[in-house]
């Protein structure tokens, strides 16, 4: 497949989570396909972390713009009469916010599809059904863009206006059969007819062992690695307390957790430096900020146990990762984690916001070591058959060029 090409837009890259994203544009390559980049602005400084990071920025196209001039070229011929019914059909706080985000995504979509029309791309696609999706939307209607999007997480999360955003798409990708199964409730006929479904996935080449993995020795210190933005949702605070048990129970543990607050380090990542001191953990958690995909590895192959122990998750990179590196990995019985995870089998299991329940799992894996080397070969296995990155490639190539 040669000579073909579409807009990539990922909002806020590269930032710390984006590694998937870099993956898939891989891929895409790898098949003779230019995913051209766009995003709508730079992410905090504390947030670009990747080896990659200033290769990507070099080649990526920003669209937030302040210039009048765009504005005033795109209003004429925006779908006003479509607007105005999205915005007649939400309350008033969110019909004013959807008609604030229009005016703030115009300019935007000017410029993307400006931007477009001189390269000859006729389809972007966006990774997100928020303002990304409505700059996208905009350009479609007022010159003729096709276009696509996909749902990483609750539509909720995602902002006003959805089914302005969903109803000229060409596709929608959704990340698990739960988020898809919500959809039809949510949006009615202004779903399209094409909802592919296409996990989140990973680069198991990269992310391998070139070691066996050493299972915890019962009595030692447990070895836990976590990663995951510094937001409540993700659950540390839950992680620290039950490190706190397991020590009061007279199980060691050394905690690390990679990930960074929106904020670049002066939001959440605040609450939970002093939670760490009130719980006494000072010599037990350590916060390592944003890191390197390559440093994530080798974190992970250092560990005995990688946790994530989010309030709720649509699916979760993190635990792929940790699964193709052969790390027994821990999460929560929430979103659509139990669509990754078999517990007992490929992973483990625990309630979300319990503490308790968390320890509890830990202790028992740590003082199994048949488990722990188990559940770790069985993970890499689950990961490798049905989550590896190429996929989602394969999927937007077969969506935006249809046989």
Same mark, same amino acid.
């Given at each position: 497949?040669?000579?073909?090409?579409?807009?990539?837009?990922?909002?806020?890259?590269?930032?710390?989570?984006?590694?998937?994203?870099?993956?898939?544009?891989?891929?895409?390559?790898? &098949?003779?396909?230019?995913?051209?980049?766009?995003?709508?602005?730079? +992410?905090?400084?504390? =947030?670009?972390?990747?080896?990659?990071? &200033?290769? $990507?920025?070099?080649?990526?196209?920003?669209?937030?713009?302040?210039?009048?001039a765009?504005l %005033?070229?795109? =209003?004429?011929?925006?779908?006003?009469?479509?607007?105005?019914?999205?915005?007649?059909?939400?309350?008033?706080?969110?019909?004013?916010?959807?008609l604030?985000?229009?005016?703030?995504?115009?300019?935007?979509?000017?410029?993307?599809?400006?931007?477009?029309?001189?390269?000859?791309i006729?389809?972007?696609?966006?990774?997100?059904?928020?303002?990304? $999706? !409505?700059?996208?939307?905009?350009?479609?209607?007022?010159y003729?863009?096709?276009?696509?999007?996909?749902?990483?997480?609750?539509? &909720?999360?995602?902002?006003?206006?959805?089914?302005?955003?969903?109803?000229?798409?060409?596709?929608?990708?959704?990340?698990?059969?739960?988020?898809?199964?919500?959809? +039809?409730?949510?949006?009615g006929?202004?779903?399209?007819?094409?909802?592919?479904?296409?996990?989140?996935?990973?680069?198991?080449?990269?992310?391998?062992?070139?070691?066996p993995?050493?299972p915890?020795?019962?009595?030692?210190?447990l070895?836990?690695?976590?990663?995951?933005?510094?937001?409540?949702?993700?659950?540390?605070?839950?992680?620290?307390?039950?490190?706190?048990?397991?020590?009061?129970?007279?199980?060691?543990?050394?905690?690390?957790?990679?990930?960074?607050?929106?904020?670049?380090?002066?939001?959440?990542?605040?609450? =939970?430096?002093?939670?760490?001191?009130?719980?006494?953990?000072?010599?037990?958690?350590?916060?390592l900020? $944003?890191?390197?995909?390559?440093?994530? &590895?080798?974190?992970?192959?250092?560990?005995?146990?990688?946790?994530?122990?989010?309030?709720?998750?649509?699916?979760?990179? %993190?635990?792929?990762?940790?699964?193709?590196?052969?790390v027994?990995?821990?999460g929560?019985?929430?979103?659509?984690? +139990?669509?990754?995870?078999?517990?007992?089998?490929?992973?483990? !299991?625990v309630?979300?916001?319990?503490?308790?329940?968390?320890?509890?799992?830990?202790?028992?894996?740590?003082?199994?070591?048949?488990?722990?080397?188990?559940? $770790?070969?069985?993970?890499?296995?689950?990961?490798?058959?049905?989550?590896?990155?190429?996929?989602?490639?394969?999927?937007?190539?077969r969506?935006?060029?249809?046989?």
């Amino acid at each position: 497949m040669t000579n073909k090409s579409f807009a990539y837009l990922v909002p806020q890259f590269p930032g710390q989570t984006h590694i998937f994203f870099w993956r898939e544009i891989a891929a895409l390559e790898a &098949q003779g396909i230019t995913p051209v980049l766009y995003s709508t602005t730079i +992410p905090p400084q504390g =947030l670009i972390s990747h080896r990659w990071s &200033q290769e $990507a920025m070099a080649r990526t196209t920003y669209l937030a713009s302040r210039n009048p001039a765009l504005l %005033a070229r795109i =209003l004429p011929r925006l779908p006003w009469g479509l607007i105005l019914k999205e915005a007649r059909r939400l309350p008033g706080r969110e019909a004013k916010t959807f008609l604030m985000d229009v005016m703030i995504s115009a300019p935007a979509a000017e410029k993307l599809a400006r931007d477009c029309a001189r390269r000859g791309i006729t389809h972007v696609h966006a990774h997100s059904c928020g303002r990304a $999706a !409505l700059i996208a939307a905009l350009a479609h209607h007022a010159y003729g863009l096709s276009y696509s999007l996909t749902l990483h997480g609750p539509l &909720q999360d995602y902002g006003t206006g959805q089914r302005f955003k969903w109803r000229g798409a060409a596709f929608v990708s959704v990340i698990t059969r739960a988020l898809r199964d919500l959809l +039809p409730g949510q949006l009615g006929d202004a779903l399209p007819q094409r909802l592919p479904l296409q996990p989140m996935g990973v680069d198991t080449s990269a992310f391998r062992r070139d070691t066996p993995y050493v299972p915890p020795v019962p009595g030692d210190p447990l070895r836990v690695f976590s990663c995951g933005r510094l937001n409540v949702v993700k659950g540390h605070q839950d992680l620290m307390q039950a490190a706190r048990i397991m020590i009061d129970r007279g199980q060691p543990v050394q905690l690390e957790i990679a990930g960074e607050d929106d904020a670049g380090g002066t939001g959440f990542r605040k609450d =939970l430096e002093h939670r760490i001191v009130d719980l006494g953990l000072e010599e037990n958690v350590k916060l390592l900020g $944003a890191i390197s995909a390559e440093a994530v &590895q080798d974190k992970l192959k250092a560990a005995h146990v990688f946790v994530l122990a989010s309030w709720s998750e649509p699916l979760g990179v %993190a635990y792929m990762e940790a699964m193709s590196c052969e790390v027994p990995t821990i999460g929560t019985n929430a979103g659509g984690v +139990p669509e990754l995870i078999t517990s007992g089998e490929d992973g483990l !299991l625990v309630p979300p916001k319990d503490p308790d329940a968390l320890a509890e799992t830990l202790m028992r894996l740590a003082a199994d070591p048949d488990m722990a080397k188990s559940i $770790a070969q069985a993970g890499r296995a689950r990961v490798v058959a049905q989550f590896d990155s190429s996929r989602g490639a394969d999927m937007l190539a077969r969506e935006i060029w249809p046989s």
